[in-house]
């Protein structure tokens, strides 16, 4: 999944649920059960998203929407080899950029 979200220092839940097109629930969820994922807080309390815990939303979005890990094998996943889930997830999603591009490309002749 081709995840867009502008450049910012920090995103706000509902920024993150839309980018990912899931509920704010799910990413509360995965924030309690996935400890890379640590964000921010004001003064109201307000979760505050870096763009290194975007990164590892991706990841988990990876593991456990899109290749169907549990939870618990994506933790396992995680732990085992993260430079190695991230290298090959950050090549699939360089790949589906180029794609869109050469579609977009396609259209315009």
Do not use: C
């Not at 704010?24 to 400890?35: D, G, Q, T, V, Y």
């Not at 593991?63 to 549990?70: I, Q, S």
């Not at 933790?75 to 090549?91: D, M, S, T, V, W």
């Amino acid at each position: 999944m081709h995840v867009d979200l502008p450049e910012k220092r920090y995103y706000k839940i509902g920024e993150v649920a839309k980018a990912f097109q899931v509920n704010a629930s799910l990413i509360r969820f995965w924030e309690k059960e996935f400890n890379v994922i640590k964000p921010k807080k004001n003064a109201k309390g307000n979760r505050l998203f870096t763009q290194e815990d975007i990164k590892n939303f991706k990841l988990i979005f990876n593991l456990v929407k899109e290749r169907g890990f549990t939870l618990e094998g994506a933790k396992q996943k995680l732990k085992k080899n993260p430079e190695g889930i991230f290298n090959n997830h950050e090549i699939i999603s360089r790949l589906e950029g180029v794609k869109a591009e050469l579609i977009k490309i396609k259209n315009q002749l």
